[in-house]
T-cell receptor, first 115, second 117 residues
Framework: AQSVAQPEDQVNVAEGNPLTVKCTYSVSGNPYLFWYVQYPNRGLQFLLKYITGDNLVKGSYGFEAEFNKSQTSFHLKKPSALVSDSALYFCAVRAPTGGGNKLTFGTGTQLKVEL | EAQVTQNPRYLITVTGKKLTVTCSQNMNHEYMSWYRQDPGLGLRQIYYSMNVEVTDKGDVPEGYKVSRKEKRNFPLILESPSPNQTSLYFC????????????????FGAGSRLTVL
């Protein structure tokens, strides 16, 4: 069975500082990995994904994530945080074939960026 | 604008009163899915559909029904709602169902907050 772990319920960072939101996964085969963001009273919005190729993936709003196969991690990063980045972030994993292409989400990490 | 539309956005109901949450997408997507979001549990899949008349259970299907009579619509039905179905519900869709379509991005609706008293 595939699974995702987001070990931090909340991450606090000062505006202008770098941020990291952690994600580790478990899946058979090579994974498809995604990050989504949820702003208050909104649906989830796609940030970035890793399918294959370069381990460093760049996405929307200046976010990036690094795929590390040996550590089964896909941490989300941004060099300089903004107050407007404050939101709930979800990591998700999917096995490339089978199982209805099921997408399994982590429990989410609340990012709070303060002035 | 490409979007997934859910209705109602907010609903308070009582135990046992049947309700339907509608979901419609205008992107001609084959795959549609329903999730519920609960604090500390993230998003859990309720049902999904690979195409018209093709539906299957997700991780938490108990107490829910779905139908897919048209490609654009995927309603979620609670025949006899109970308080443990109080949650935030999301409908989502994506293009394709075969091969490596799993790499395609899910588009989510804005969510439907349901309270069952």
């Amino acid at each position: 069975a595939q699974s995702v772990a987001q070990p931090e319920d909340q991450v606090n960072v000062a505006e202008g500082n770098p941020l990291t939101v952690k994600c580790t996964y478990s899946v058979s085969g090579n994974p498809y990995l995604f990050w989504y963001v949820q702003y208050p009273n909104r649906g989830l919005q796609f940030l970035l994904k890793y399918i294959t190729g370069d381990n460093l993936v760049k996405g929307s709003y200046g976010f990036e994530a690094e795929f590390n196969k040996s550590q089964t991690s896909f941490h989300l990063k941004k060099p300089s945080a903004l107050v407007s980045d404050s939101a709930l972030y979800f990591c998700a994993v999917r096995a490339p074939t089978g199982g209805g292409n099921k997408l399994t989400f982590g429990t989410g990490t609340q990012l709070k960026v303060e002035l | 604008e490409a979007q997934v539309t859910q209705n109602p956005r907010y609903l308070i109901t009582v135990t046992g009163k049947k309700l339907t949450v509608t979901c419609s997408q205008n992107m001609n997507h084959e795959y549609m899915s329903w999730y519920r979001q609960d604090p500390g549990l993230g998003l859990r899949q309720i049902y999904y559909s690979m195409n018209v008349e093709v539906t299957d259970k997700g991780d938490v299907p108990e107490g829910y029904k779905v139908s897919r009579k048209e490609k654009r619509n995927f309603p979620l039905i609670l025949e006899s709602p109970s308080p443990n179905q109080t949650s935030l519900y999301f409908c989502a869709s994506r293009q394709g169902t075969g091969g490596h379509s799993g790499a395609n991005v899910l588009t989510f609706g804005a969510g439907s907050r349901l309270t069952v008293l």
